[in-house]
């Protein structure tokens, strides 16, 4: 629930990528979950002890209608994952933000470091008439959630 006392709904959301929003469908891959190692303690069978690790995160995956070519974003894509290591893969912060009715952020998340691993386009039918949709996959460092009093503060 936001301050109001409502619930969140997850249609309403907006990405913003090098200061510019980005229009997308379907967003997934906000996780984040800690890896455990498993101790085996000599002379003891009944159980194994469970340690904590290292924290992963899944790859942010973002989808939309097929834009024309020269968006920034399948530009980037283009940099990072055509050019091979003949240049460094320049790493940007990209946030998500779940908006309230008015409009404006309640919840948001902002995802450190991040560049493309992925692009990919729907399959074309010739029988069909639906919507091309890309698909951009990012990986990134680590992601952070605010609030809306913090979003307030740090953004705006």
Not at 31 to 41: D, G, N, W
Request: hydrophobic residues 40%; charged residues 15%.
């Amino acid at each position: 629930m936001d301050n109001s006392g409502n619930y969140q709904v997850g249609f309403y959301f907006r990405l913003s990528f090098q200061g510019q929003d980005a229009a997308f469908q379907d967003v997934s891959g906000i996780s984040r979950e800690l890896q455990l190692e498993e101790i085996v303690c000599g002379g003891e069978n009944r159980f194994k002890y469970k340690l904590p690790g290292v924290a992963s995160s899944q790859n942010l995956v973002l989808k939309r209608a097929i834009l024309p070519p020269g968006s920034q974003l399948v530009n980037w894509c283009s940099l990072c994952i055509d050019q091979g290591f003949g240049l460094a893969i320049q790493t940007h912060d990209v946030m998500l933000s779940l908006l309230n009715a008015k409009g404006e952020p309640s919840i948001s998340w902002t995802f450190h470091n991040a560049y493309p691993v992925k692009y990919a386009v729907s399959e074309l039918h010739a029988m069909e008439n639906q919507i091309v949709i890309e698909s951009v996959e990012l990986a990134y460092t680590f992601f952070e959630i605010s609030t809306d009093e913090s979003i307030n503060r740090l953004f705006i």
